[in-house]
C-alpha cells in the first residue's frame, strides 16, 4: 500500500517537473522580447460622462476631485462644469438650493427625498451631549447603539442586559447610546432634560444636534467614525447596531478573542448581503428612486449590528470623506468599505431577520448566536437571565 502510494507521488511529482519546465521555457522567451507586449491602441480611460442620478453624480465628483490620475486629464480651464461643483460646505450647514434643478423629478419627489438631497452636503453637526472621559481606558470592545431620544426603556434594558459595561468575561466593554435630536418642528415633546438627567447619571449618552430620522442614520453613521477618532481611538473593537436587537455579548467577546492578529485587524462581520440594489417599490422603506442612485449595491452587512476592528473604523473613517452621502446607512457603510478594497464578511450568528418562532423561547438556542433581531426591552433581560445563568447546560 505505502509503495503504490510512493510511486503515485512519484508520478505527480514528475508530471508538475515537465509542466514547471514547460512554462518557465514559455515565459524565458518573454525576456528575450520574441513576444509582443500588447500596447492597447486607446487610453484605458473614458471621458467621465454625467451620470443620470444625483447620487452617482456627486461621487463621480468627489472621485474625480481625489484622484490625481482621473483629474490630471484635465486643465483646470476645460473642466466641464458639472464636475467643477466643490461641495457647498458652510458651517452652520445651509440647504443647497441647487439640487431643485440637479434632480430631474425633484417637485415630484416625497419630502423625506427633498430633505435628505438638500442636506447631504452637510457632514459636520456640533455635538450636544458627550463622554469625553468613557474610554479613558481603552476598551476592548466598544458597544455602539443607534438609539432615538425616546427610547428611554430600550436603553435602560440594553444596560441591564448585553449592554452591561466594565468588565464582562475579562475584557472591557464600553457602551454608548448614539443619538441625534428631536426638533420642535416636528411637534415631538422636548425630552432634553430627561436625556440631559440621562447622561449625567449613565454616562453613556453622545448626542449631536441634526434630526434624527431615517434617512439621516447615514449622518449619524459619520459623526460616531468622527467621534470614535477623537474620543476612543484606542478600542480594540467596535459593535454598532440598533437598539431593539439582543446581542450575545459573551458570544462575540469569545469569538473575538479567538481571532489571530492578521483576521482581528481587518475585521468586519456581520449579516453581509450581496447582489443587493436599490428598491423600486414606492411602499417599501428603502424605495429610491431612478434619479436618485442606479446600479447594484456593493456588498453591505444589515444594518441591525455588525461588528468591526479598531483599525477598520480609522480607515473608515479616513476614506468617508470621499464616499457621497447615501440615505441608507448600511449601504453607506458598505460603500466604503468598497473604497477601501474590502467587502464585509458573513457570519451566520448574525439574524437580522430573526430565528425560527419555535426556537425563540428556547435559551439553548442563543447560546451561540452574536445577534437577534428584533427584541423588546422584556425580551432582551430575559435572554441574558438565560445565558448569565450558570446551570444552563446546552449540548
Ligand atoms: C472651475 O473652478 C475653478 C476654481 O474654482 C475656476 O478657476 C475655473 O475657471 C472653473 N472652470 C470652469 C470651466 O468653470
Ligand atoms: C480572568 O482572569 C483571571 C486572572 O487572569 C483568571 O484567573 C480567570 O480564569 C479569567 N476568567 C475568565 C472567565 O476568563
Ligand atoms: C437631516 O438633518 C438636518 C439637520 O438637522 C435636517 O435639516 C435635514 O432635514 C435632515 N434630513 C432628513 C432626511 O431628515
Ligand atoms: C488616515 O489619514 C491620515 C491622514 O491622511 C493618515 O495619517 C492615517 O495613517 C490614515 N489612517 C488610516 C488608518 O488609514
Ligand atoms: C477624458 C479626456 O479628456 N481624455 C483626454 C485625456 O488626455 C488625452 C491626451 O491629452 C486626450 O487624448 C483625451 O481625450
Redesign the pocket.
Known amino acids: 500500500m505505502a509503495r503504490r502510494r510512493l510511486k503515485l507521488v512519484t508520478v505527480i511529482m514528475m508530471v508538475n517537473f515537465f509542466i514547471f519546465i514547460i512554462i518557465s521555457r514559455h515565459s524565458s522567451q518573454d525576456k528575450n522580447g520574441r513576444h509582443k507586449v500588447h500596447i492597447p491602441p486607446k ?1 484605458f ?4 460622462v454625467p451620470s443620470p442620478a444625483y447620487c452617482n453624480r456627486q461621487q463621480q465628483i468627489l472621485d474625480f476631485h481625489n484622484n490625481p490620475v482621473l483629474a490630471a ?2 486643465s483646470a480651464a476645460d473642466v466641464p462644469d458639472w464636475l467643477n461643483e466643490t461641495g457647498v460646505t458652510s458651517s452652520p450647514c445651509r440647504p443647497n438650493d441647487k439640487v431643485t434643478t440637479q434632480v430631474k423629478d425633484y417637485n415630484s419627489l416625497p419630502v423625506r427625498f427633498k430633505d435628505f438631497l438638500s442636506f447631504m452636503h452637510c457632514r459636520s453637526y456640533p455635538i450636544m451631549v458627550d463622554q469625553p472621559e468613557v474610554c479613558k481606558d481603552p476598551p476592548f470592545l466598544l458597544l455602539a447603539v443607534k438609539s432615538l431620544a425616546p427610547h428611554f426603556e430600550r436603553r435602560q434594558a440594553i444596560r441591564q442586559s448585553w449592554g452591561r459595561a466594565g468588565v464582562v468575561a475579562n475584557k472591557t466593554v464600553v457602551t454608548v447610546f448614539l443619538l441625534g435630536n428631536t426638533m420642535a418642528g416636528d411637534h415631538h415633546p422636548d425630552l432634553s432634560g430627561m436625556l440631559q438627567y440621562e447622561g449625567l447619571h449613565h454616562k453613556d449618552i453622545i448626542q449631536w444636534d441634526y434630526r434624527d430620522s431615517f434617512f439621516n442614520l447615514t449622518v449619524k453613521e459619520v459623526l460616531f467614525l468622527e467621534w470614535i477618532q477623537n474620543r476612543c481611538p484606542g478600542a480594540r473593537f467596535v459593535f454598532k447596531g440598533d437598539d431593539d436587537v439582543f446581542v450575545n455579548t459573551f458570544r462575540i467577546l469569545d469569538f473575538l478573542g479567538g481571532l489571530s492578529e492578521p483576521k482581528a485587524r481587518d475585521l468586519f462581520v456581520g449579516d453581509a448581503i450581496t447582489n443587493a440594489g436599490p428598491h423600486r417599490d414606492k411602499k417599501v422603506k428603502y424605495f429610491i428612486p431612478e434619479s436618485m442612485y442606479v446600479g447594484p449595491y456593493p456588498p453591505y452587512a444589515g444594518g441591525g449590528g455588525y461588528l468591526y476592528s479598531g483599525d477598520i473604523a480609522a480607515r473608515l473613517h479616513n476614506v468617508s470623506r470621499h464616499v457621497a452621502l447615501y440615505p441608507i446607512d448600511d449601504v453607506y457603510t458598505g460603500m466604503c468599505l468598497r473604497k477601501l478594497g474590502l467587502a464585509p464578511e458573513k457570519h451566520k450568528g448574525f439574524r437580522t431577520f430573526n430565528i425560527e418562532e419555535k426556537y425563540r423561547s428556547n435559551p439553548c438556542a442563543y447560546k451561540s448566536l452574536m445577534l437577534v433581531h428584533p427584541r423588546t426591552p422584556q425580551e432582551m433581560i430575559q435572554i441574558w437571565a438565560w445565558l448569565s445563568s450558570p446551570g444552563l447546560k446546552c449540548q
Not at 480611460?45 to 467621465?48: A, F, G, I, K, R
Open positions: 487610453p480611460w473614458s471621458e467621465l486629464n484635465y
